[in-house]
């Protein structure tokens, strides 16, 4: 089969088409013909060899989310699920491939209304901004602030935000950036130097810029705001203590929730966007060989919303 290959670590180049045997569905799983591969800027940070949730040898198949149909399953799996459409996560490693064997238990299946590659682009963004809005306790009323507000989990972030009632606030970096959030009843610049004031007093930060731009989002917090950190696109977590934030009365939020819960998240965000309450913005599409070319435009912030491979 047709794969995307990691021998070292390194700038996009080191992302490499060849050929990898093909996987065969073990007791308990299932293959999947991948039609949409998704990409995340966490993996592109793996391939350059930078600390992260992610760990393999190399050498490696990257890739961590797809979707596409179930060909065969494995013993011990029902003989029904051949044919759905599903999205799924790969534990870390394979997904930049024509083909995935992965855990039976691990899929979801697509809702009929769903397209296959919006599914896919809410697999990874979906549950992480369902999983923020619920663990920062979102309500009417409520001042909100997100963060790179035209990228894939922003996007999603704003319409969820709004959903809850809440007055959203979308925040994006440079001119292009700004015209593209949608959604949000204010956009601010916040390469711009006086962002902070024109942002203004807010209950809840979704921080997924961190830095220099989450430091300075986190003083605009009330007493009794939240601050939802995700994200380190600027180069570092934000400048927020725990001594610091119980002293002015802000709560962090760090994680969102185990196993259990991110299943809900996704299934959660999969049913909404079926019911068309939430929808993903597909910015770009690279095909799969071009993966490449795919982390060299994330890297650059040129992207809008998410970047998908199509297989």
């Not at 996009?12 to 569905?25: F, K, M, N, R, S």
């Not at 699920?81 to 039976?104: C, I, K, M, P």
């Not at 959903?163 to 390469?191: E, F, H, N, Q, W």
């Not at 002015?248 to 299934?267: H, K, Q, W, Y």
């Amino acid at each position: 089969m047709r794969a995307v290959w990691l021998r070292e670590f390194g700038g996009p180049e080191v992302l490499v088409p060849g050929d990898a045997p093909d996987p065969v569905a073990g007791p308990g799983q299932v293959l999947v013909e991948v039609a949409f591969v998704n990409t995340t800027f966490v993996e592109t940070q793996f391939r350059a060899g930078a600390p992260g949730p992610f760990r393999a040898s190399l050498p490696v198949i990257p890739g961590n989310g797809v979707g596409g149909l179930i060909s065969a399953v494995g013993a011990g799996v029902d003989p029904g699920l051949a044919g759905q459409r599903v999205v799924t996560s790969t534990g870390g490693s394979g997904g930049y491939a024509e083909r995935v064997a992965v855990d039976a238990a691990t899929v979801f299946e697509v809702p009929s209304a769903l397209s296959l590659d919006a599914a896919v682009a809410l697999l990874a963004d979906g549950r992480t901004a369902t999983g923020l809005v619920h663990a920062a306790r979102v309500r009417p009323g409520d001042r909100v602030l997100v963060e790179a507000a035209a990228g894939g989990v922003g996007g999603l972030l704003v319409q969820l935000a709004k959903a809850a009632g809440a007055t959203v606030i979308g925040a994006a970096g440079g001119p292009g950036k700004v015209a593209r959030v949608l959604g949000s009843d204010a956009v601010v610049d916040y390469l711009a130097p006086d962002w902070t004031s024109s942002a203004g007093e807010v209950d809840v930060v979704f921080d997924g810029v961190g830095g220099a731009i989450g430091t300075a989002a986190s003083g605009l917090l009330r007493r009794g705001g939240r601050m939802a950190m995700y994200g380190l696109a600027g180069g570092a977590w934000a400048d927020v203590s725990e001594e610091d934030a119980e002293a002015r009365g802000i709560s962090l939020v760090r994680s969102i929730g185990g196993p259990e819960e991110m299943r809900a998240f996704t299934e959660s965000a999969l049913a909404e966007a079926a019911a068309g309450r939430l929808v993903p913005v597909i910015g770009q599409r690279f095909p799969l060989e071009k993966a490449a070319d795919a982390h060299a435009a994330i890297e650059s912030r040129a992207t809008v919303g998410k970047t998908l491979l199509v297989v």
